[in-house]
Structure formats: structure tokens, C-alpha cells
């Protein structure tokens, strides 16, 4: 069975860091491109950053320079670390394994200003 389990997500003043993990389970998880996306209340699902099979990382504007994409393929793990975090940040945060299409079930980050 495939499946992406996150976690890692929380409510934190604005300025502070959440790291959040994306566990896979049933792919092949080193061959795969990895994304996270948000979903803000209202507003339509949008790309947060990806990092490749190669480890090659790509960022939103909104987000470079204070997220940090990373995988470890031993552990089938993908992390975001948010530093810096801002309310408009505020959303469900959601990891996909591009190949399968696979996303996880989202974990909710909260930034209070």
C-alpha cells in the first residue's frame, strides 16, 4: 500500500521554525521527486518546493531563503525546516511522491503574529 504519513506541524509565533517530516511507505522512495505543498483556508492548493531523486532543490518565491527542503532515502524521509515563519505561511501542509502521484493527509501549521 502506498502511503505518506506527515507530521511535524503546530502552532507557532510568527518568527519561529517548524520542521515537519513526510514518512513514505509502499514506493520505491529514492527514485522519486518530492514535493510539499499548502493549502491556506480559501485558497487553492499551490507548490512549496521539490526536491529531485538527485537532490536537486527547487523553492516558491515566497519561501526561499527561509525553507530548507531535505530527504534522507535510508529513513523514506522527506523534512521541510520553516524558519522564519510568517501567519501567511498559516496552511495544511501536504508532501507528494511525484512518480505515484501520492499525497499525504497534511498537517496543519498555524503562525500567530
Known amino acids: 500500500q502506498v502511503q505518506l504519513v506527515e507530521s511535524g506541524g503546530g502552532l507557532v509565533q510568527a518568527g519561529g521554525s517548524l520542521r515537519l517530516s513526510c514518512t513514505a511507505s509502499?514506493?520505491?522512495?529514492?527514485?522519486?521527486?518530492m514535493d510539499w505543498y499548502r493549502q491556506a483556508p480559501g485558497k487553492q492548493r499551490e507548490w512549496v518546493t521539490t526536491?529531485?531523486?538527485?537532490?536537486?532543490?527547487n523553492y516558491a518565491d515566497s519561501v526561499k531563503g527561509r525553507f530548507t527542503i531535505s530527504r534522507d532515502n535510508a529513513k523514506r524521509t522527506v523534512y521541510l525546516q520553516m524558519n522564519r515563519l510568517k501567519p501567511e505561511d498559516t496552511a495544511v501542509y501536504y508532501c507528494?511522491?511525484?512518480?505515484?502521484?501520492?499525497w499525504g493527509q497534511g498537517t496543519q501549521v498555524t503562525v500567530s503574529s
Open positions: 509502499g514506493i520505491f522512495f529514492s527514485i522519486n521527486s
Open positions: 507528494r511522491a511525484e512518480r505515484t502521484n501520492t
Open positions: 526536491i529531485s531523486s538527485s537532490f536537486v532543490t
